[in-house]
């Protein structure tokens, strides 16, 4: 018995020693941790952006020496992996992306060559996370974005962009975070397209790439998310506006909270606050003819007056706020639904997909050509919203000014 404990105990100790090398280790001053990559066009070929961490600048408890927080590094190959790499020529350390939480595609590539084999890589390399946003840089380039450095309220621009993004996302409603997953699961589906949000630059982009923008308390140039960008496949083929993006959104369940914006009835506006959201989209084919119904609820409050005539004491004022309300939302999803169907002819809300639950057998028949179908598609909207407060005060101050 004492033998064969003694043999157990031997083998674990011989087992245990081949287990403590960490051969395939990787020291931390040898990455380059990398918060964004973007990707644009040259030529025939991919030019691949890194955005990289400088850590003594981002650790420093005392702002630093005045060196950027961050690098912005090039390099161009015929593949994405080969651009990457090539990187190696200019950059000290290793390009390490597991801790990645932008991608930005530059607006030419989109349109172009289009976005699916430069997001091959990035989904198949088991080091990448999955959960960084993807958006598209409107009227710019990928690495034009990246060297922006003058970012208010935080050192590495990356993760502000990230941050801006999930709050508009849940505050605004006219932007969306899109992750790898997402976006690959909407290019192959033949029944929802792809939406990504868009980010542009305000002013001089030469004066965001200097540690001395950094010093200033202006904030120019200015990064900001605009429009969305609308995909059929993989290649960019237009840009929903504001309004439209927001209507996107409603129909794809994404609103968290937006405000809605009614205009008086003598002068001014009233700003209601829209706190809940909720879309069914159901759809049914009728003698082979597909028809959708979109439908949404929503709770709101009254967040501003500037009405002077308004009595929010009364229901009746209530319910018309209600109904002015619904009547904004509806427009906004249908004006998504009219550029959809007129101008990109594209299913961009997943309608298709809607349809193929509900008639598999319709949807096998007419899947491969679907878009066709997409554009003569009739859609119902209708749009349900209850006021529930009306904030800390009745009715606004300026009712008494005016008296």
């Not at 699961?185 to 939406?195: A, E, R």
């Amino acid at each position: 018995m004492i033998k064969r404990k003694f043999y157990y105990a031997l083998v674990s100790i011989i087992t245990l020693t081949m287990l403590t090398g960490c051969w395939s280790r990787t020291e931390l001053n040898e990455l380059a941790i990398t918060v964004a990559l973007g990707i644009d066009q040259s030529g025939d070929q991919f030019k691949v952006s890194a955005q990289v961490v400088n850590p003594g600048e981002v650790a420093s408890q005392k702002g630093g020496s005045g060196n950027s927080p961050v690098a912005t590094y090039t390099a161009t190959g015929e593949t994405v992996y080969e651009a990457i790499r090539k990187m190696t020529t200019k950059v000290p350390r290793k390009i390490y992306g597991a801790h990645l939480r932008l991608l930005v595609i530059g607006e030419e590539l989109a349109s172009g060559k289009g976005i699916g084999k430069a997001l091959d890589l990035l989904s198949r390399d088991p080091e990448l996370r999955t959960d960084f946003y993807i958006v598209v840089a409107k009227e710019t380039t990928a690495e034009q974005v990246l060297k922006i450095l003058s970012i208010p309220l935080e050192r590495i621009p990356a993760n502000k962009i990230f941050q801006s993004l999930e709050t508009s996302e849940k505050a605004w409603a006219a932007t969306a975070g899109v992750t790898i997953d997402e976006l690959i699961s909407d290019l192959v589906s033949k029944g929802h397209q792809p939406l990504l949000t868009g980010i542009q630059i305000f002013g001089d982009p030469k004066s965001g790439e200097s540690t001395e923008s950094l010093q200033r308390s202006s904030t120019e140039p200015v990064l900001t998310f605009a429009d969305m960008a609308a995909f059929k496949q993989d290649k960019l083929i237009g840009w929903l506006n504001e309004r439209e993006s927001k209507g996107a959104n409603y129909i794809t369940n994404k609103v968290h909270s937006t405000i809605v914006s009614i205009p008086c009835t003598r002068d001014g506006m009233l700003g209601i606050e829209v706190v809940r959201s909720k879309t069914k989209v159901s759809g049914s084919v009728k003698n082979g003819v597909p028809k959708m119904n979109v439908s949404v609820q929503a709770e709101a409050n009254v967040g501003e007056v500037e009405c002077s005539e308004v009595d929010l004491s009364k229901k009746d004022t209530i319910a018309e706020l209600e109904s002015k309300t619904e009547e904004d939302i509806k427009r906004k999803i249908e004006a998504a639904i009219t550029k959809a169907q007129a101008d990109f002819k594209t299913d961009i809300f997943g309608f298709g997909e809607v349809i193929h639950r509900e008639d598999p057998k319709y949807w096998n028949q007419y899947k491969m050509k679907w878009n066709e179908e997409f554009v003569e598609l009739p859609v119902k909207v209708d749009v349900d919203i209850k006021i529930r407060r009306s904030g800390s005060v009745g009715n606004s101050f300026l009712k008494s000014l005016k008296e």
